[in-house]
């Protein structure tokens, strides 16, 4: 029986969402690492090196096949071919990749949890920044799903290894704030069904660079690899590219050369907030990863540069929260509201802000 829209649709917002942005947290050394080893049979017929693959591996698509040889990461008999290229008897296929092969069975560890709610269905968790969400490349270890399972280890009902319970959503390593966890299947599949229907209710706090004039907009424009850098999501002019994104944001305070502002996401696409912030020309306050760790906007005084340093020590991350987060409860039907307030960081920062704002003003 083939997957209907919805399921379909569903498999795409928990890759977007959960997947792709742990892989963008990875970081490799250079070297590559045997994954697999297979060795063509005496009688092998002659057939593209995609196809033999893709009868040999499990849950493997042509196209990571296609882009893994492209990337030079496939080689027979120790040297590297194209997708053409034709298995002969007795070919020894390796494929490589850039991170060490490692067990994906998730384990439970004991890590204290900020537990907002929690019942017979599902679990609603304040994050704080540095926390992985999801076991990935470089964070096999150590991350909200494995604090889950150690939190559940005593329900029969959920495996951490099932993809059908868990994670709803995601957000990324260094954002604070609300997440949903389901622990049986009909959750999962309701609340994902409230994701992409896009009937949730979440909004972020953020701090991004320079002064925003208008009370408030809409940003929308699809969201992609960055082709010039690959660790990045950008928008992209071409409107065939990349997925649909849209952002409602309202200012909640202009404090000098930095604005502190509410986003409201409609779609839920990696970085999104992120990537369309700097968009339009504001990027969120010390995110590393797109420039804001940078004096971006403001004065060319070496007090104002020792200033700004500071703030980046007092908030180490990006300055990016999950404040809310709203959906209908999978069994009861009852309308659930949860609001996570700043973390001390973001607190200290925005206060630091103001403090300098007003003591300028002064002189």
């Not at 995609?50 to 196209?63: A, E």
């Not at 509201?337 to 704002?357: E, H, M």
């Amino acid at each position: 029986m083939e997957d209907s829209p919805i399921k379909e649709d569903l498999d795409e917002l928990q890759d977007d969402e959960l997947l792709d942005s742990e892989l963008l947290d990875s970081e490799t050394d250079g070297a590559l690492y045997e994954h697999h080893r297979l060795v063509a049979d005496k009688g092998q017929g002659l057939i593209r090196i995609d196809k033999f693959l893709m009868d040999h591996l499990i849950n493997v698509s042509r196209n990571r096949i296609q882009s893994a040889a492209t990337a030079g990461y496939i080689c027979v008999n120790d040297k590297p071919v194209k997708n053409n290229y034709r298995v002969k008897p007795h070919d020894v296929i390796t494929i490589f990749m850039d991170h060490p092969r490692y067990e994906s069975e998730i384990l439970a560890e004991d890590i204290p949890l900020d537990i907002v709610y929690e019942d017979d269905e599902l679990i609603v968790v304040n994050k704080p920044a540095g926390l992985v969400v999801h076991p990935g490349h470089g964070n096999y270890t150590g991350t909200l799903v494995n604090a889950i399972a150690w939190h559940l280890r005593n329900n029969e009902n959920y495996n951490p290894n099932d993809p059908s319970v868990g994670l709803v959503h995601r957000i990324d390593k260094d954002t604070s704030g609300l997440l949903l966890i389901a622990k049986t299947p009909d959750a999962k599949t309701n609340l994902c069904r409230q994701f992409f229907n896009k009937t949730t209710k979440r909004c972020y706090n953020a701090l991004v660079w320079g002064t925003i004039e208008e009370n408030e907009g809409t940003i929308e424009g699809n969201i992609a690899r960055n082709p010039r850098d690959r660790m990045q999501m950008t928008v992209m002019s071409d409107p065939e590219i990349g997925k649909h994104a849209v952002t409602h944001y309202k200012v909640l305070e202009r404090i000098g050369y930095v604005t502190f502002v509410e986003c409201r996401l409609e779609t839920g696409r990696t970085h999104q907030i992120r990537v369309h912030m700097k968009h339009i020309g504001h990027t969120l306050f010390n995110d590393e990863r797109y420039g804001g760790n940078e004096v971006l906007k403001g004065t060319h005084f070496s007090k104002y540069k020792q200033f700004v340093n500071h703030c980046f020590e007092v908030c180490p991350r990006q300055a990016l929260h999950a404040k809310t987060l709203g959906f209908i409860h999978p069994r009861t039907g009852e309308e659930m509201f949860f609001d996570s307030p700043l973390p001390a960081d973001f607190t200290a920062l925005l206060d630091k802000w103001r403090n300098y704002i007003s003591n300028r003003d002064l002189v």
